[in-house]
């Protein structure tokens, strides 16, 4: 597993994005704040926002002709993929055999993008989470036809947004998607449960919301700086015949939360098996 430490500014040939949204959006800066060139880099986005198209004065190119860049080292794909058959064809004038071309559209298979992109050398299918905006999310990566250099550099522009993980059966990103792609909204949604049942035991609502926000984002803080796993940082919490243990009695229960989550992570995984066909 790798992280956003790595240094961009050595990075081979061109890097094309396209699709500046709020993903791609957060690889670009995060490529920028490693070091990586402007110059170095061409993104096709039809409605930029305004700190993508300031960077024009800085060397990159934006919208430009794609027959005039030549063959990109790589092309990093980040558009709705309901979009995804009208936009790709046009990318071939900038893909050749030794593009890798990196994907995190959801649902659009390693076997589409390689009919739809015969041209390329090698294909990353890559699901990264909500958190890659902020520079603390996690991507999973699966192969086709990369050989070593390829996949270093794919692993490289991702970890641009956190860290990366490489499996190599592409049916295991339906499950990444079900536990760490939707993941945040079951963190969301635990915020607004501890808040409801905080208001529900007597507190005022805005100090019910605030508790709960700062315990949810201080444990997860806690939890990614610790060398400690889950299960041993909740040990530690418990008090024998206190609050803690209490409540987990509850949680922990028969019906508490981890069958709970096991069926959504079930349903979750389902869903998006039937969404990618």
Known sequence: MSG??????????????VGAGKMGGALLEGWLRLGLDP?????IEPHPAPQVSALTARGLRLNPDRRALGEAAAVVIAVKPQI??????ALAPMIGASTVVVSIMAGRTLRFLSATLKNAGAFVRAMPNLPASIGRGITVAVPLGAGKAQRQLA??????????????????LDAVTAVSGSGPAYVFLLAEALAEAGTAAGLPRPLAEKLARETVAGAG???HRSDLG????????ISPGGTTAAALDVLMGENGLVPLLKKAIAAATERSRKLAG
Request: glycine share 4%; charged share 25%; hydrophobic share 60%.
């Open 4 to 17: 956003s430490t790595a240094d961009l500014r050595d990075l081979p040939g061109l890097l094309v994005l």
């Open 39 to 43: 110059a170095r880099i061409a993104v």
């Open 84 to 89: 995804a058959a009208e936009v790709l064809p």
């Open 155 to 172: 692993d490289r522009l991702l970890a641009a947004t956190g860290a990366v993980a490489w499996v190599e059966d592409e049916a295991l």
């Open 221 to 223: 803080e806690l939890l």
């Open 230 to 237: 889950a299960a041993a940082l909740r040990e530690n919490v």
